[in-house]
């Protein structure tokens, strides 16, 4: 009788448990629309779209007003390769000395995610700083 009842216990205890913690971490999509706008005057030397701080589209020398869209077709592998489980899409304006942007405007998924005012130019030692705007998915 005391092998039945722990028989039925441990039973019991299995099934009430969660197979794994899986439960928590988000599924990827197959895939972002990513839309990047900036207005201003004058030109942008480069112009990056990241996903997790690696860059998967670059522009470079481009006349404002500028507006690009992207696809990011996953990988399935993006959470993972990352400590906070988690997919960082960001974009990066890198500013002259004679740009002047006003904004900078990050959509995915046709949603406006993040945003910038800003009006800036280079470092007076010349090098080139970026704007970045990011959404963390």
């Given amino acids: 009788m005391k092998i039945i009842i722990t028989l039925i216990a441990f039973t019991l205890i299995i099934s009430s448990c969660s197979k794994s913690d899986d439960s928590f971490i988000k599924e990827v999509p197959e895939s972002f629309d990513i839309k990047i706008e900036i207005d201003g005057i004058f030109s942008v030397p480069r112009i990056h779209i990241g996903i997790n701080s690696l860059v998967i589209k670059e522009w470079r020398h481009e006349d404002l007003p500028f507006t690009a869209e992207y696809t990011y077709i996953t990988k399935g592998n993006e959470i993972n390769n990352t400590?906070?489980?988690?997919?960082?899409?960001?974009?990066?304006?890198?500013?002259?000395?004679?740009?002047?942007?006003?904004?900078?405007?990050?959509?995915?998924?046709?949603?406006?995610?993040?945003?910038?005012?800003?009006?800036?130019?280079?470092?007076?030692?010349?090098?080139?700083?970026?704007?970045?705007?990011?959404?963390?998915y």
Avoid: H
């Fill in 83 to 136: 400590a906070c489980k988690c997919i960082t899409i960001s974009a990066w304006a890198y500013l002259s000395k004679i740009n002047e942007m006003q904004t900078f405007k990050l959509y995915v998924d046709g949603n406006l995610v993040d945003s910038t005012s800003v009006t800036a130019s280079a470092r007076p030692d010349g090098t080139i700083n970026p704007t970045r705007i990011e959404f963390v």
